[in-house]
Nanobody, 118 residues
Framework: QVQLVESGGGLVQAGGSLRLSCAAS????????MGWYRQAPGKERELVAD???????NYADSVKGRFTISRDNAKNAVYLQMNSLEPEDTAVYYC????????????WGKGTLVTVSS
């Protein structure tokens, strides 16, 4: 099992910045990906960004140029730096961990709320 604990959410004005953190503990997979998803009220959960254990990144078009994902493999943690926040970014942000051995196993954090006021 992998346990994920998010932190860093909160209330920020439009144009502001927040940094989300997610710490993973428990089982480790040598090949894995960590990422962030979000779910706004009345909408489906969507990918924000993810990063593989090799450092390859992937971003949703809506956050490209504003958000940056990074990870610290030694700490088994992933971060999301969010700049130029918009009210449309308001959502619960969930940390995601995918381990590959050999099939994919997926774990989720409980989520952290990000609210962007206009």
């Amino acid at each position: 099992q992998v346990q994920l604990v998010e932190s860093g959410g909160g209330l920020v004005q439009a144009g502001g910045s927040l940094r989300l953190s997610c710490a993973a503990s428990g089982r480790r997979f040598s090949i894995n990906a960590m990422g962030w998803y979000r779910q706004a009220p009345g909408k489906e959960r969507e990918l924000v960004a993810d990063i593989t254990s090799g450092g390859s990144t992937n971003y949703a078009d809506s956050v490209k140029g504003r958000f940056t994902i990074s990870r610290d493999n030694a700490k088994n943690a992933v971060y999301l730096q969010m700049n130029s926040l918009e009210p449309e970014d308001t959502a619960v942000y969930y940390c995601n961990y995918r381990g590959y051995f050999p099939n994919v196993v997926v774990y989720w954090g409980k989520g952290t709320l990000v609210t962007v006021s206009s």
